[in-house]
């Protein structure tokens, strides 16, 4: 089963081929990637073999993401769901957990994740930081729905977690100046970039998780100002950015007046990922 669902994979041109049919089989098969490896004797039931038929089938022909195929993926050791309401977590986005987690102590804050869709960003904070609370915003409340059951998945974190419908941080108006640290992974592509996207990203992905506009940094310049009015003097700004975004937003945040100088963080590739930036008194 394996070995003719890998052709078919590549003949479609998707290179990990054999990596993508053993966890579509795995979870057709309810069982662990491991698992399937260590016991490859144990025979498959006829309705897992047939969710893994179609699964392969779309794969090839609608170049559906795995994760959406099977609604699983893992984030900073965390099981979430997906499906086409958010976008997939990646890697390269738990550089921005990584970042925040380095900067903070032990004493209990609040903290906002701004376009939080799965809930991913929200949750890793949440179980690395058990003084802290987490508001985690978007404006799609379809989005809102899956982070819900990724915080009802993982409890321990989601009871810290408190989900919030806002155009950027237009709901937090009322508790302006009593805010630590924002976290924003924000959409950083521009239209005109949408040529440029694999397949399973420009057909599948929710558009309004992907593009910011015409411009790449125009929700990130929207956020700036708000994040000002909202986060407590001493507060923290940490930002998701593509890495051709890395010179303007230095720039844009040091003309801002409310910010200190912008620092940068490299992802595991050594592309610029993360802009941090501490609220001025």
Same mark, same amino acid.
């Given at each position: ?9 590549? +003949? ?26 260590? %016991? ?8 897992? @073999? ?8 779309? @794969? ?5 993401? !795995?994760?959406?195929?099977? +609604? ?9 769901? /997906?499906?086409?309401? !958010? ?18 102590? *032990?004493?209990?804050? !609040? ?15 949440? #179980?690395?930081? *058990? ?8 404006? #799609?409340?379809?989005? $809102?729905?899956?982070?819900?059951? +990724? ?8 009871? @810290? ?6 155009? $950027?941080? #237009? ?10 640290? &924002? /976290?924003? +992974? ?24 992907? %593009? ?10 929207? $956020? ?7 986060? =407590?003097?001493?507060? =923290? ?6 890495? =051709? ?5 230095? #720039?844009? &945040?040091?003309?801002?007046?409310? %910010?200190?100088?912008?620092? /940068? @963080? ?7 990922? !993360? ?7």
């Amino acid at each position: 089963m394996l070995t003719k669902a890998e052709r078919q994979l590549r +003949n479609a041109g998707i290179e990990a081929a054999r990596l993508e049919v053993e966890v579509l089989l795995a979870a057709a098969s309810g069982r662990t990637r491991t698992d399937l490896l260590a %016991f490859p004797e144990r025979p498959v039931a006829r309705e897992a @073999r047939r969710r893994f038929e179609m699964w392969v089938h779309r @794969r090839c022909r609608e170049r559906v993401p !795995v994760q959406y195929l099977t +609604n699983q993926q893992e984030f900073w050791s965390l099981d979430l769901y /997906v499906d086409e309401r !958010v976008l997939i977590p990646r890697p390269e986005t738990e550089c921005l957990v990584d970042e925040v987690l380095h900067r903070v102590g *032990p004493k209990p804050e !609040v903290w906002v994740d701004v376009g939080t869709g799965s809930g991913a960003v929200a949750l890793a904070l949440a #179980s690395e930081h *058990p003084a802290c609370r987490v508001l985690a915003l978007d404006v #799609s409340r379809a989005a $809102l729905e899956v982070a819900a059951i +990724n915080c009802r998945r993982n409890p321990e974190a989601g009871e @810290r977690v408190t989900l919030v419908a806002s155009n $950027l941080l #237009s709901a937090l108006r009322p508790i302006r100046g009593l805010v630590q640290r &924002i /976290v924003a +992974n924000l959409p950083y592509i521009s239209h005109a970039e949408e040529h440029t996207l694999a397949p399973e990203v420009a057909d599948h992905e929710p558009p309004g998780a992907l %593009f910011a506009g015409e411009e790449a940094s125009a929700l990130i310049r929207r $956020l700036l100002p708000e994040a000002a009015e909202i986060l =407590s003097p001493g507060g =923290s700004l940490h930002i998701e950015i593509g890495p =051709s975004l890395r010179e303007e937003m230095i #720039s844009f &945040i040091s003309m801002s007046g409310s %910010f200190a100088a912008a620092e /940068v @963080r490299k992802d595991a590739l050594g592309h610029p990922r !993360v802009v941090s930036a501490v609220r001025l008194p």
